[in-house]
């Protein structure tokens, strides 16, 4: 995944708040979605507490590196004991800031904004689509995962009449910069975009980028390294 984002920087306060937490470094913040899935899955085979070797297999990390990633959260586990699964998750869950349900809009219903439009668990991990638009006159106004496509002069009232704080990008790469501009004067604060182009926001503004040809290029640079075909 590329990204371009604000970095916890040294001295600020650990994210948490609590006692003992430290600033998170954002390798660490990048590595607690996958232990907060890991953690709900525990908790959906009624797993109430875990160890450090168990989690760290479920998140596919070491033991070392999640002992050294909670200790940014000030959490380090009970002897003989391990982690509390539901206070873990709640921690890191404060951390990301996944206690408030934040809005969302998505700007391009072709193909991927269809799929991202109906992704189910968008709402079960604590983000709400509310809105969706797209330049197409054929598009606009159709129904899709119950949301009617609003045209791109909607889209500044679109977000603050939702409160929305986060934008998706699913169009053409072509017209991203544009989106992105849009969507930046509309008020978001963080853009995840799929389209296959680099991206400016101001520094105010947190930008996520998913090209997923360039994570392909990424696994046959490696796949080359390994078998050295297509040297
Ligand atoms: N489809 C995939 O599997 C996939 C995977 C990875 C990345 N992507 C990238 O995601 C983006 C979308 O892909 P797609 O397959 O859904 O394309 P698509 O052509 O199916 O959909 C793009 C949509 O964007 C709309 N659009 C164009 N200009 C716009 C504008 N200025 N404002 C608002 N809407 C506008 C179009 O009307 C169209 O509905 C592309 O950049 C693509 O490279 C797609």
Not at 35 to 45: E, I, V
Not at 50 to 73: C, M, N
């Given at each position: 995944m590329d990204?371009?984002?604000?970095?916890?920087?040294?001295?600020?306060?650990?994210?948490?708040?609590?006692?003992?937490?430290?600033?998170?470094?954002?390798?660490?913040?990048?590595?607690?979605?996958?232990?907060?899935?890991?953690?709900?899955?525990?908790?959906?085979?009624?797993?109430?507490?875990?160890?450090?070797?168990?989690?760290?297999?479920?998140?596919?990390?070491?033991?070392?590196?999640?002992?050294?990633?909670?200790?940014?959260?000030?959490?380090y586990g009970r002897r003989g004991v391990g982690y509390d699964v539901g206070h873990l998750s709640e921690q890191i869950a404060v951390v990301l800031g996944l206690t408030t349900q934040r809005s969302v809009v998505i700007v391009g219903i072709g193909n991927l904004g269809h799929a991202l439009a109906s992704y189910s668990v968008f709402a079960e991990r604590g983000f709400a689509v509310v809105g969706l638009v797209d330049a197409d006159p054929a598009v606009v106004g159709t129904t899709v995962a119950g949301l009617v496509v609003q045209p791109p002069d909607e889209l500044a009232s679109l977000v603050s009449g939702s409160d929305a704080t986060i934008g998706i990008i699913a169009t053409p790469a072509s017209v991203a910069q544009d989106v992105c501009d849009a969507l930046v004067a509309a008020g978001v604060v963080g853009i995840l975009t799929f389209a296959p182009r680099a991206l400016r926001v101001p520094p105010t503004v947190d930008l996520r980028a998913v090209d997923v040809a360039s994570e392909l290029q990424i696994l046959a640079f490696h796949d080359r390294r390994r078998t050295g075909t297509g040297a």
């Open positions: 990204t371009q984002r604000r970095g916890t920087r040294a001295g600020e306060p650990g994210a948490s708040g609590r006692p003992g937490a430290r600033a998170v470094p954002p390798a660490t913040v990048a590595r607690l979605p996958g232990y907060l899935r890991a953690l709900r899955g525990l908790t959906a085979d009624g797993v109430v507490t875990t160890s450090s070797d168990e989690l760290a297999g479920g998140a596919g990390v070491t033991p070392a590196q999640l002992r050294k990633d909670l200790s940014f959260l000030g959490s």
